[in-house]
């Protein structure tokens, strides 16, 4: 079965660049999230998604972070322009659902973010 | 608002010892407790969710308990072995939100 899987792995992209980190969830997977793992701040959720639909994106930090989900198996990160301080790495996860709070989380390796 | 803490932040054991991981948080009005285990360089792996109404999950040689009134939980890994040496991160889930609240987590390493 396969997980969830993100692209690219690896993104090295100078200051001002818009950036685009794309996300797969297991198939059946009803939720979607995306977090940020720096070391200052650890795990932060950014923005997650039930049935393609945004749900709370208070974690977004600016206007320059937008994340979209156009079908149930496919979400993006957009980062526009990125800046040094957006470095980290971005992970996505899936889960059958948080509604009764029974379904843990699967997460993709993560793309790691190097803005220069 | 929820804040969790994971107390050792870095662990070196040596093989074979019973060890413990602890987490704590502050708001008691969770949903459920995570644990995960984050090798370098991958992600997330769920190794245990306790829900609110339970005291403790196994699974192998992991056990964790939760202890709601005092707001902790831990995780229990008996005869520890070098394949354990990862970084152990908990997840408080608020039962007013479905955001899940992690802690920084405790690096392992288990040396032969």
């Known amino acids: 079965d396969a997980g969830v899987i993100q692209s690219p792995r690896h993104e090295v992209t100078e200051m001002g660049q818009e950036v685009t980190l794309r996300c797969k969830p297991i198939?059946?997977?009803?939720?979607l999230f995306w977090y940020r793992q720096t070391m200052m701040r650890g795990l932060e959720l950014l923005i997650y998604?039930?049935?393609?639909?945004?749900?709370?994106d208070s974690g977004m930090p600016e206007d320059r972070f937008s994340a979209k989900m156009p079908n149930a198996s496919f979400s993006t990160l957009k980062i526009q322009p990125s800046e040094p301080r957006d470095s980290a790495v971005y992970f996505c996860?899936?889960?059958?659902?948080?509604?009764?709070?029974?379904?843990?989380?699967?997460f993709g390796d993560g793309t790691r973010l190097s803005i220069l | 608002k929820q804040e969790v803490t994971q107390i050792p932040a870095a662990l070196s054991v040596p093989e074979g010892e019973n060890l413990v991981l602890n987490c704590s948080f502050t708001?008691?009005?969770?949903?459920?407790l995570q644990w995960f285990r984050q090798d370098p360089g991958k992600g997330l792996t769920s190794l245990l969710l306790?829900?609110?109404?339970?005291r403790e999950q196994t699974s192998g040689r992991l056990n964790a308990s939760l202890d709601k009134s005092s707001g902790r939980s831990t995780l229990y890994i008996a005869a520890s072995q070098p394949g354990d040496s990862a970084t152990y991160l908990c997840a408080a889930l608020s039962g007013g939100s479905y955001i899940p609240t992690f802690g920084r987590g405790t690096s392992l390493i288990v040396h032969p």
């Open positions: 708001d008691s009005a969770i949903y459920n």
């Open positions: 198939s059946g997977h009803d939720y």
């Open positions: 996860a899936s889960s059958p659902g948080t509604g009764t709070g029974r379904q843990p989380q699967h």
């Open positions: 998604f039930n049935n393609n639909v945004p749900i709370d």
């Open positions: 306790i829900q609110s109404s339970q």
